[in-house]
């Protein structure tokens, strides 16, 4: 199980905890079960940019990044050195604590 912690670009939303956050969920999972919006165009299937953010801590606690994934983070807006997908942030085995920063979802056409 591990705690994330989400915080926002937009000024206007407030940052928020989940606790218990099971293994195997993706971050996109756990943040749409629990009312946080990140665009998703795709579906989650690794194949648009919508869903970016940007990991701050807990890499580790995540699914590698692929060759396919960094491909996609190139055309997301504003990518960073930690930049991720969420969709393909799945939580391995273990315990922690994820820092994620979730861009401003206002400026993304997408779903
Ligand atoms: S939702 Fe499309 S790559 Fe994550």
Same mark, same amino acid.
């Given at each position: 199980?591990?705690?994330i912690?989400?915080?926002?670009? $937009?000024?206007?939303? %407030? *940052? +928020?905890t +989940? %606790?218990?956050? %099971?293994v195997d969920?993706? !971050?996109? @999972?756990i =943040?749409?079960k629990n009312? !946080?919006?990140?665009?998703?165009?795709?579906g989650?299937?690794? =194949?648009?940019? #919508?869903?970016?953010?940007?990991? @701050? *801590?807990?890499?580790?606690?995540v699914?590698e990044?692929?060759?396919?994934? @960094?491909n996609? +983070?190139d &055309? =997301?807006?504003?990518? &960073?050195?930690? *930049? &991720?997908? *969420?969709? $393909?942030?799945?939580?391995?085995?273990? #315990?922690? &604590?994820i $820092?994620?920063?979730? %861009?401003? $979802?206002?400026? +993304?056409?997408?779903?």
């Amino acid at each position: 199980m591990y705690t994330i912690d989400f915080s926002f670009e $937009q000024k206007n939303i %407030p *940052s +928020i905890t +989940i %606790p218990n956050c %099971p293994v195997d969920d993706s !971050i996109l @999972e756990i =943040a749409l079960k629990n009312n !946080i919006h990140i665009h998703h165009n795709c579906g989650g299937v690794n =194949a648009c940019s #919508t869903c970016h953010i940007y990991l @701050e *801590s807990g890499e580790d606690f995540v699914e590698e990044i692929s060759d396919k994934e @960094e491909n996609f +983070i190139d &055309r =997301a807006r504003n990518p &960073r050195i930690n *930049s &991720r997908l *969420s969709c $393909q942030c799945v939580l391995l085995e273990g #315990t922690g &604590r994820i $820092q994620v920063i979730v %861009p401003d $979802q206002s400026v +993304i056409h997408g779903e």
